[in-house]
């Protein structure tokens, strides 16, 4: 079984600032090898290339499967609850994470932990939740929304009624169908 890598034992919050940075794209590996220096961080230009090439195929990985979700999303509507589809995605994610841990660190390694599994386990649920409200909450917006329009549409009717003029059925008819109100 090889050594941890490097750039792996690094402090927790250079690691989660130099992946901030990495993620934006905006430093080339000599700049980030001297920013880590700076920072006291024993790192070989090699050791953070290897680990920045392999953090660069999940960022890529992930960034495909938000465009896959967004699409299925608009090809399914508005409505559609996307968290099944987030769900099998973290599956798969987890799934390919705990086959590089073992690659990395053996069938010995230490692996994904029980606290990272509650803690995926946690977003799952809060995504699963907040996708199922936010569903909810549009729906409902889009009932007010057409409660509204109707009442408008009535009252407008009801006025020229009042006034003794008449709307005509192709306005009422195209008016209802702009706010989307039934006939």
């Keep these: 079984m090889g050594r941890k890598s490097s750039v792996r034992r690094l402090p927790p ?20 090898h001297a920013w880590l220096r700076e920072r006291g961080g024993d790192v070989s230009r090699s050791a953070l290339h290897r680990y920045g090439s392999d953090f660069e195929k999940v960022a890529k990985a992930l960034r495909e499967k938000r465009e896959i979700a967004r699409a299925m999303a608009a090809e399914l509507g508005e409505e559609a609850d996307i968290s099944p589809m987030l769900i099998e995605q973290l599956h798969t994610i987890l799934f390919r994470l705990q086959t590089a841990v073992i690659a990395a660190e053996g069938e010995d390694g230490p692996g994904i932990g029980v606290k990272d599994l509650r803690a995926l386990a946690t977003t799952v649920r809060q995504l699963s939740l907040a996708s ?10 889009r009932e007010e929304l057409a409660r509204k329009a109707e009442k408008a549409v009535r009252q407008v009717v009801d006025g020229q009624r009042g006034a003794g003029r008449a709307i005509g059925a192709e306005v009422l008819a195209k008016i209802r169908e702009v706010y989307g109100l039934p006939a």
């Design 13 to 32: 919050e250079i690691l989660d600032e130099l992946h901030r940075l990495m993620t934006a794209g905006r430093l080339t590996y000599d700049e980030l």
């Design 132 to 141: 199922r409200d936010h569903v909810r909450l549009q729906a409902e917006i």
